[in-house]
Nanobody
Framework: VQLQASGGGLVQAGGSLRLSCATF????????MGWFRQAPGKERDFVAR????????YYADSVKGRFTISRDDAKNTVHLQMNSLKPEDTATYYC????????????WGQGTQVTVSS
């Protein structure tokens, strides 16, 4: 299983970015896909997740209403649309996957940097 994150960059506050996580080797019906982020000197935090088979989503309170997680079945890709970005959203963003019956995410992609300037 491989996950490849992309789409990070530098954006002004109030702007938007769309992150993508290309997946290789997953049996999608059995997986939950998540996005996490880690700012310098801080712990990695949960951002959003989607159950691939049902499309059910869940968000951290800090991003609810601004971020949207979605899946593209044809491209085996998960997206994170980030709108109304704030400087506090600045972090390295990671995509991750876990089988639906696991508590912990067991597959991780490399990070993609998101920097929001004020």
């Amino acid at each position: 299983v491989q996950l490849q994150a992309s789409g990070g960059g530098l954006v002004q506050a109030g702007g938007s970015l769309r992150l993508s996580c290309a997946t290789f080797g997953l049996t999608f019906s059995r997986y939950v896909m998540g996005w996490f982020r880690q700012a310098p000197g801080k712990e990695r935090d949960f951002v959003a997740r989607i159950v691939w088979s049902s499309g059910s989503t869940y968000y951290a309170d800090s991003v609810k209403g601004r971020f949207t997680i979605s899946r593209d079945d044809a491209k085996n890709t998960v997206h994170l649309q980030m709108n109304s970005l704030k400087p506090e959203d600045t972090a390295t963003y990671y995509c991750a996957a876990k089988t639906v019956w696991r508590d912990e995410y067991n597959y991780w992609g490399q990070g993609t940097q998101v920097t929001v300037s004020s």
